[in-house]
């Protein structure tokens, strides 16, 4: 069973910046895509960013463009993703997740979540 291992959320004000990080473990694809999903109080999860196994590859929604950077870790089991300029409409408990691809909509392994808490 795939193992994702959250970590860097916190409380920050507004125009600050975090840096989440997830570590995965008992992929059992030789490659595979990683990203980050939020979820708000009392709305559903939605895309944040994924990167492709290469690192190469990667996607933001609009909301993030400009703002987040998700890159990979010397190992390729690991994500990061840097935010800046954080809004308090960041705020929600960010999952990683894995897929077999960068394709948003093929993760299909989850980890526990990271709270962030951008304050006005």
């Known amino acids: 069973q795939v193992q994702l291992v959250e970590s860097g959320g916190g409380l920050v004000q507004a125009g600050g910046s975090l840096r989440l990080s997830c570590a995965a473990s008992?992929?059992?694809?030789?490659?595979?895509?990683m990203g980050w999903f939020r979820q708000a109080p009392g709305k559903e999860r939605e895309f944040v960013a994924t990167?492709?196994?290469?690192?190469?590859?990667?996607y933001y929604a609009d909301s993030v463009k400009g703002r987040f950077t998700i890159f990979k870790g010397n190992a390729k089991n690991t994500v990061y993703l840097q935010m800046n300029s954080l809004k308090p409409e960041d705020t929600g408990v960010y999952y990683c997740?894995?897929?077999?691809?960068?394709?948003?909509?093929?993760?299909?392994?989850w980890g526990k979540g990271t709270l962030v808490t951008v304050s006005s």
């Open positions: 990167i492709s196994w290469s690192g190469r590859g990667t």
């Open positions: 008992r992929v059992t694809f030789t490659s595979y895509g």
């Open positions: 997740a894995v897929g077999r691809s960068a394709n948003p909509g093929g993760m299909d392994s």
